[in-house]
């Protein structure tokens, strides 16, 4: 089992930026993939970006690739994402998810395993 916790949403305005970071405990960080996926109020939670257990293959909804920059650090047992250049339509609940493997269904929340409770992002114009 993966514990899972998010941190790092708040309140920002467009424009602006922030690092949102998800904290793992339990199975080894460093054997599992990792991603993002958002879920807006009356929308269904959207894939954002995933991550290989090595950090070194990276996925983006094509939408925000350019802005959102998926990262881990294996030693510290944490992914980021580092959101710039905000828009009110960013406004969601971020997730962050954990799996053993990215598996061809990554962009659906079917493809993970793990969950954590998600973190607030809200974007003012």
């Known amino acids: 089992q993966v514990q899972l916790a998010e941190s790092g949403g708040g309140l920002v305005q467009a424009g602006g930026s922030l690092r949102l970071s998800c904290a793992a405990s339990?199975?080894?960080?460093?054997?599992?993939?990792m991603g993002w996926f958002r879920q807006a109020p009356g929308k269904e939670r959207d894939f954002v970006a995933a991550i290989n257990s090595g950090g070194t293959t990276r996925y983006y909804t094509d939408s925000l690739k350019g802005r959102f920059t998926i990262s881990r650090d294996n030693a510290k047992n944490t992914m980021y994402m580092q959101m710039n250049s905000l828009k009110p339509e960013d406004t969601a609940v971020y997730y962050c998810?954990?799996?053993?493997?990215?598996?061809?269904?990554?962009?659906?929340?079917?493809?993970?395993?793990?969950w954590g409770q998600g973190t607030q992002v809200t974007v003012s114009s």
């Open positions: 998810a954990g799996n053993p493997h990215i598996d061809g269904d990554y962009r659906a929340t079917t493809g993970w395993n793990y």
């Open positions: 339990g199975r080894t960080f460093s054997s599992i993939g």
